[in-house]
């Protein structure tokens, strides 16, 4: 039911580009990307519905593959302010409409210098 | 505008006492949820409602109980508090479909 994402860690160099997949062995509805540096709370970067487009924020931008069952988020050209771990969350709607996401363990990236 | 606010920030409890973490939100959301992080860890969830009056069990309930008076606040009652529950809890709130606004966290050490 977690949604798997890869990798699970990656180091970059200022410049270079990455990306990270998450992917789920239920159908999914929506999936949300958050980012959290560390000792401080997730943020929210992008969601994606089905059926709807690829998102872009800067230069980061995510695609939502409702076949595969997976979504990838895709940073190019990375700065040292991308450094942080990279939460894909799924969501499980439940009987009665209401809805929960289910977090994946995260990617942490490192860009350095 | 506030957004989500969590108090305390910082808490030691000693093995089998209770505490309440308080958490508040400004935006008239629906939803709001409880996740706990322990070091180097996703976020899990512990205990999430849909509106005032409704509340239900996340993926980690045991050991938790909440409550759900009114929009803005969303306490966490910890009782008889165990060493497994030391961890970093994260209160947010939404709308549905929307993105979440998480709280700056409490990080609760229980020795």
């Known amino acids: 039911q977690q949604p798997v994402q890869s990798p699970q860690a990656v180091i970059l160099r200022e410049g270079e580009d990455a990306v990270i997949n998450c992917s789920s062995s239920k159908a999914l509805y929506s999936v949300h990307w958050y980012r959290q540096k560390h000792g401080e709370a997730p943020v929210f970067l992008m969601i994606?519905?089905?059926?709807?487009e690829q998102k872009g924020h800067e230069k980061i931008s995510a695609s939502f593959n409702e076949k595969k069952q997976q979504s990838s988020l895709y940073l190019t050209a990375s700065q040292l302010s991308y450094s942080g771990t990279y939460f894909c969350g799924t969501e499980k709607t439940l009987p009665g409409g209401s809805e929960k996401l289910v977090f994946g363990k995260g990617t942490k990236l490192t860009v350095n210098p | 505008n506030a957004g989500v606010t969590q108090t305390p920030k910082f808490r030691i409890l000693k093995i089998g006492q209770s505490m309440t973490l308080q958490c508040a939100q400004d935006m008239n959301h629906n939803y709001m949820y409880w996740y706990r992080q322990d070091p180097g860890m996703g976020l899990k969830l512990i205990y999430y409602s849909v509106g005032a009056g409704i509340t239900d069990k996340g993926e980690v309930p045991n050991g938790y109980n909440v409550s759900r008076s009114t929009t803005e606040d969303f306490p966490l009652r910890l009782e008889l508090a165990a060493p497994s529950q030391t961890s970093v809890y994260f209160c947010?709130?939404?709308?549905?479909?929307?993105?979440?606004?998480f709280g700056d966290g409490t990080r609760l050490s229980i020795l």
């Open positions: 947010a709130s939404s709308y549905p479909n929307q993105p979440q606004h």
């Open positions: 994606l519905l089905k059926g709807g």
